[in-house]
């Protein structure tokens, strides 16, 4: 089997070698072997480069990647790590979706209801009618308690 110079994983991977010493550094590929202080890979690192790129397509932070080699035991198969990491990625993006879709309403009906002259007038009614939602009120509400704390009152 041919030793691949960093040059030659990043021309077939398609990747910076810049990223790959970085994937290195970092635990998502181990360490190279050495020839002449030159990095020297096998096919190996490609086919984890391959893994690497693919799960960040799919939305994977590097953490979770980590985690996808790193954060199992030796005795957990690939599938399950994937199915494990899949399942909470997924959570996460349908809380995403519940946002976006949230956001969209908020926007049609920005759209469609408001016929303010003056965006003073639209924050007034935005603020009579409450509808500035929940992250408002949590962020109006703790700077209160933080106004309090800073009195010296609760």
């Not at 397509?57 to 985690?67: A, H, K, N, V, Y």
């Amino acid at each position: 089997m041919p030793w691949l110079t960093i040059s030659d994983v990043a021309r077939q991977v398609g990747l910076a070698p810049s990223a790959i010493r970085y994937y290195e550094r970092i635990g998502l590929l181990p360490p190279a072997q050495r020839s002449s202080g030159q990095r020297r890979y096998d096919s190996t690192a490609l086919y984890r480069l391959a893994i690497v790129q693919r799960a960040r397509q799919l939305g994977f932070t590097l953490d979770e990647i980590r985690q996808l080699f790193l954060g199992f035991g030796n005795v957990t198969r690939a599938s399950e790590r994937w199915r494990t990491l899949s399942r909470k990625k997924l959570e996460e993006l349908d809380r995403l979706m519940d946002a976006v879709k949230s956001v969209r309403r908020l926007l049609f009906k920005m759209m469609k209801c408001c016929h303010c002259d003056t965006l003073d007038q639209c924050g007034e009614g935005i603020f009579r009618s409450g509808s500035f939602g929940e992250r408002s009120r949590y962020l109006a509400a703790r700077q209160g308690m933080r106004t309090r704390a800073e009195n010296g009152s609760r």
